[in-house]
């Protein structure tokens, strides 16, 4: 009965010696990566039909040869140095290398080496198409980087120029307004109303083109030579509404305001924010009705967001992403006054800061303004 036993058990372990080895056989002749099985000398035991594909020997001749004879100049390379680290510590290393073969040229091939028994495993796959993608990806983001470069400096140049232009500009058009002031006040018994209404005509110009380049220069210097500071937002706001001069309308508008934070930014760059969405709300309220400004915060994760919502007529939907554009108007001189550069200059102010302004507006039914501001 134990004869048996033991002739049976030696049976199944020969079954199994038989299985395991045609499992790796096929493995081996079906497997089209390179895979190698060295020994702790790194004497090839095993080859895949991948690796013989690339190399110009048989199974035959490879089996039994030294990792060098396959490969000369090996021993003096990174990549044995690497062999050597696994077979010690017994550590998996991955490594990309650049090869040379006589029918496919240059490749990249990433090599995997791993532990087997008391030897090494080594499995190549070539990456060369990951590598060029990735390399042209580099080239790519390295262009991107020196064209935003040079589209920094141009823009630092044009709003460099439009500071100096608008600031020369002021005295010319300054003296157009006084000259034409004076004509009227001391000639106009002895010119016609004709004569008298055209000077008004330059007056008016002259005082546009002067709002015009007031606002070419604040947009200019918005993020010129400051520094963050640490900020009260509440004492902005207030500062802004104070210098509005509207304390004599108190029966007509009304200010409800939230408590708001203590932010790191740029404080004349804050107020201006603040200034211009009020002076925006007070400058389009309806007629009929008083006006209510509602200004309050939200923290959010890494930003602060402000609101400035109105009771005002609203804006059209259609229009609402065109507002932020410099000198855009939806609304004739005649309606009513400014230049169109105000919620520009918020704009430019928001994303200084790391953020962006939006509006969510009805015509008819007021306007919401959203301001984010970056902590950090």
Not at 52 to 69: Q, T
Not at 156 to 184: C, G, R, W
Not at 217 to 224: F, K, L, T
């Amino acid at each position: 009965m134990l004869n048996q036993y033991i002739d049976t058990s030696e049976s199944q372990a020969r079954r199994q010696r038989t299985q395991y080895k045609q499992s790796r056989e096929l493995f081996f002749d079906s497997c089209l990566e390179s895979f190698v099985i060295l020994n702790k000398e790194f004497y090839v035991t095993d080859v895949s039909d991948g690796f013989l594909k690339s190399m110009p020997f048989g199974r035959k001749e490879v089996i039994g040869k030294h990792i060098s004879d396959i490969s000369p100049g090996i021993k003096r390379s990174h990549r044995y140095r690497i062999y050597k680290d696994v077979l010690e510590s017994g550590k998996s290393q991955v490594i990309d290398d650049v090869r040379s073969h006589p029918q496919f040229g240059r490749y990249v091939a990433r090599i995997k080496v791993f532990k087997v028994g008391d030897g090494i495993g080594i499995a190549a796959y070539d990456i060369t198409d990951l590598h060029n993608t990735i390399e042209q990806l580099k080239s790519t983001r390295e262009l991107l980087k020196e064209t935003n470069l040079q589209l920094k400096k141009k823009n630092e140049l044009l709003e460099e120029f439009s500071y100096v232009a608008s600031h020369d500009l002021q005295e010319p058009l300054q003296t157009i307004k006084t000259y034409s002031e004076l004509f009227i006040e001391k000639y106009s018994a002895v010119i016609d109303q004709t004569a008298v209404k055209y000077l008004q005509f330059v007056m008016k110009s002259a005082r546009h083109m002067s709002e015009l380049v007031h606002g070419i220069r604040e947009h200019a210097n918005i993020g010129r030579h400051n520094l963050l500071q640490k900020l009260d937002v509440r004492q902005l706001v207030d500062h802004a509404i104070d210098n509005l001069h509207i304390e004599s309308q108190d029966d007509y508008i009304r200010f409800d305001i939230g408590k708001l934070p203590v932010i790191h930014a740029y404080e004349s760059e804050i107020y201006l924010l603040f200034y211009h969405l009020i002076t925006n709300a007070i400058k389009f309220r309806k007629a009929d009705q008083s006006l209510t400004i509602k200004i309050s915060s939200r923290s959010m994760r890494d930003k602060w967001m402000f609101t400035v919502e109105d009771n005002g007529i609203g804006i059209p939907k259609k229009q609402q992403e065109k507002i932020f554009d410099l000198f855009r108007r939806l609304h004739s001189t005649d309606e009513y006054e400014g230049i169109g550069m105000g919620l520009a200059n918020c704009q430019k102010i928001a994303r200084l800061h790391g953020g962006e302004i939006w509006v969510e507006s009805q015509l008819g039914f007021g306007s919401k303004f959203y301001v984010t501001i970056g902590k950090q």
